[in-house]
Every structure is written in C-alpha cells, then in structure tokens.
C-alpha cells in the first residue's frame, strides 16, 4: 500500500510538471529577461520565502553566485532570511516587515527582488513586494495559483503561478523554476554548450 501512495506521488509530480510546461514556459521566460537586465545593468537580486521555500531562495543564490552547472563569473544575489534579523524583528513583534524592512535597507532602484511561496497571500512577502515598489525594483513572484500577490504587481514585473492546490507540487515546480532560470542566466551569458557533470 505505501509502495502504491509512494508511486502516485512521482506521477502526480511529474503530471503536474508535464501539464504546466507549456502554460509557464512564457513566464518564466519574461523572468529570466527581467533577471538578465537586471544583473546586465549592475543590478542585485534579493531573493526570499517562508519555511521550505526560504531553503529554495537560499539554493538559488547559491547557484547564482557560486555556479549551476558551468563555471562562470559571480552573480550578485542575496538570500533575505538572516537568522539575526529574523530574530531582531520577531523580538520587535514586526513579522510581518521582516523582509520588507530588508529590502528598504539593502535594495536599490535596477535591482530584483525574487519570491518564492506556494501561497500568494503570505503578509511579509506581500509587504516585501511593496517595498520593491518604493524602490523601483522589479518583481518576480513564484507562486501557487490566486491571490492577492497578482494585484500587487506591476506590468514589469513577473507571475509565475503554479496552477495546484497542493503546497509540496507547487514547491517542486518552483524548484524546477529556478533551475530554469539558471540555466537560462548561464545559456545567455555564455552560450549554448553540452553540460557534463
């Protein structure tokens, strides 16, 4: 029986991925162009989540600034969840701002802020999203499906909304996602090439 529910969960993740190819391919293309002029232009990207998805921003960055899957020069971005902040500003009772309040201090106008959350409607990353705004930054939210995430953006910035109710397929999608982006980033700053390892 948990061989069975263990078999239905690769089916289930590998359909929902087959299924949302052709429907995300668009988006997720205008990101890897916003993440390109962004960081063409000598912009930074500040990535950020809640939980698991804070892990998926962390591994983002760190294939940003260090490599996917090919050497490359460093990429400038910055995972928002500093353990010292984090606790400053829940000792605050300020949870709500805690990426927001990052984002004022360390985003400039030209840079990205990336999000990642199955859920469209978490307060701190709404709030994160309106302090992008303030300083002119661009926007690229991943995300599950609805919400008031999609009000908050603006024309220039970029939806990537996983069509699933559950959280654990939208975060496999997300993570494929960033792997896209990676990979665009690294196929457009040094070209198409066979990769190896």
């Known amino acids: 029986m948990i061989e069975l529910r263990i078999q239905q969960q690769f089916i289930d993740s590998a359909d929902l991925k087959y299924q949302s190819a052709q429907a995300l391919s668009k988006p997720i293309a205008a990101a890897l162009q916003a993440l390109l002029a962004c ?98 930054m661009t926007v690229i939210a991943l995300t599950g499906r609805g919400g008031k995430m999609a009000a908050l953006l603006r024309e220039t910035d970029v939806l990537v909304s996983v069509p699933h109710e559950r959280a654990a397929r939208v975060e496999e999608v997300h993570l494929l996602t960033l792997h896209c982006l990676c990979d665009g980033v690294d196929t457009q700053l040094l070209g198409e090439q066979e990769v190896t390892t």
């Open 39 to 136: 960081v063409t232009s000598g912009g930074k990207v500040l990535a950020c989540g809640n939980g698991g998805s804070a892990a998926q921003a962390r591994h983002f960055v760190a294939q940003f600034v260090g490599r996917f899957e090919r050497v490359r020069p460093e990429l400038p971005a910055i995972a928002l969840d500093d353990g010292a902040v984090l606790s400053a500003l829940a000792l605050a009772q300020d949870f709500a701002q805690v990426f927001a309040r990052q984002v004022r201090a360390l985003g400039q106008a030209g840079d990205l802020l990336l999000i990642v959350s199955p859920g469209p409607d978490v307060p701190n990353l709404l709030a994160a999203v309106e302090a992008a705004h303030e300083r002119d």
